[in-house]
């Protein structure tokens, strides 16, 4: 336990070299794993000051966005921009990208009401930069300009994907209504 807390400081302090040590620890993912749970978690307490039962279903769809993103920016990343030296597999984005997920630990701040939006912008763009360092570390790019780009491609396939999926399951409702 005292392992996972200091490996979630050094992931929210975006210590690059924690990103390497989880890319190279299999034994990681399921450290992972949880902190997308509970990054979700602190983002439904600090969204709506409670929790409740969309909880549950917030904590579903945090873990399939990031098992999606993952495979995405693996396939950007390794398929379409890699460079030379580029390695990786995707449990090393799952584990870099799950503990690049730490920061969102502090949504749980926003609940404080003069807080909340300002608390939201940092904690947002502090998301991406985690993100940008994992996939750099992950796909071991010498340059951070790459690594931006992948995070950008994968993040609008991503968004394209899910605004198919609402096109499609709003038709579906729209027959079946």
């Known amino acids: 336990m005292a392992s996972f807390c200091k490996r979630l400081v050094r992931a929210i302090k975006l210590d690059k070299e924690l990103y390497e040590e989880v890319e190279a620890d299999r034994d990681a993912t399921r450290q992972a794993v949880s902190v997308v749970v509970l990054a979700a978690l602190a983002g439904a307490v600090g969204m709506s000051g409670r929790g409740g039962p969309g909880m549950v279903a917030g904590v579903l769809v945090a873990l399939g966005g990031w098992v999606i ?43 404080i009401p003069p807080l909340g939006r300002p608390v939201r912008l940092v904690v947002s763009v502090w998301l991406l930069i985690a993100w940008v360092i994992a996939v750099r570390q992950a796909l071991d790019y010498d340059n951070t300009g790459r690594a ?27 027959l079946m209504g």
């Open 69 to 111: 993103a993952a495979l995405i920016i693996f396939v950007v990343g390794t398929r379409l921009l890699p460079q030379p030296q580029t390695r990786s597999n995707p449990g090393e984005l799952l584990r870099t990208l799950g503990f690049a997920n730490a920061p969102g630990l502090l949504y749980v701040l926003s609940v």
């Open 148 to 174: 931006v780009l992948v995070c950008v491609i994968g993040w609008l396939v991503y968004l394209g994907g899910i605004f198919m999926l609402s096109l499609m399951m709003g038709g579906l409702s729209a």
